[in-house]
């Protein structure tokens, strides 16, 4: 039962212009959302986050939307530079008392074409 | 710089051979994970513990142990290793509290043939 789903295996776009990974989960209870950036060879790497009670979070290029009527999360990337080229993924997880675990989707593979 | 460590970037395994991974972080995080991750599959979780000597089974942790003997390390344990435990694994840490998400080591790449 895949809890945080990311439809979209793949994702290519021009250096410049805007990236848009979406993400869509099932479970209403999850109240923190992160977005993670791996590339080859190395673990993933923390990129933004947002809190359920929000429904965006900025951080310079790296922009985070929340739905949550609809159960969707949006990362959007812009501009979108090469070195953006990595697979992403979103994860979610449920308020815990500091005993938090992450569920992860199935990641994203941006590509940004030069 | 802060770092969780995995031992071993690439291990080649006999099927049947009993396989440990292990993981040390230095930043006295309390919580440690053990994930698996494979294409099309994202990253899936096998293990986690969140203090010494404890540990709580996680989505996949079917042929699987852990061992928690001290704060820093947290090894994964594959009792009998069968090619389907072919994968990535990645181990992570976190002080708690989602906001500041994971730290992930480097991973292991482990080939059971």
Not at chain 1, 79 to 97: H, I, L, R
């Amino acid at each position: 039962d895949q809890q945080v789903k990311q439809n979209s295996p793949s994702l290519s776009v021009q250096e410049g212009r805007i990236s848009i990974l979406n993400c869509d989960y099932t479970n209403s209870m999850f109240d923190y959302f992160l977005w993670y950036k791996k590339y080859p060879a190395e673990g993933p790497t923390f990129l933004i986050s947002i809190s359920s009670i929000k429904d965006k979070n900025e951080d310079g290029r790296f922009t985070v939307f929340l739905n949550k009527s609809a159960k969707h999360l949006s990362l959007h990337i812009v501009p979108s530079q090469p070195g953006d080229s990595a697979v992403y993924f979103c994860a979610a997880s449920v308020a815990n008392f500091g005993n938090e675990k992450l569920t992860f989707g199935t990641g994203t593979r941006l590509t940004i074409i030069p | 710089d802060v770092k969780v460590t995995q031992s071993s970037r690439y291990l080649v395994k006999r099927t049947g051979e009993k396989v440990f991974l292990e993981c040390v972080q230095d930043m006295d995080h309390e919580n440690m994970f053990w994930y698996r991750q494979d294409p099309g599959l994202g990253l899936r979780l096998i293990y986690f513990s969140y203090d010494v000597k404890m540990k709580e089974k996680g989505d996949i942790p079917e042929g699987y142990s852990v061992s928690r003997e001290k704060k820093e390390r947290f090894s994964l344990i594959l009792e009998s290793a069968s090619t389907n435990q072919t994968s990535m694994y990645l181990c992570a840490s976190s002080s708690g509290g989602s906001y500041y998400g994971y730290t992930f080591g480097s991973g292991t790449r482990l080939t059971v043939v």
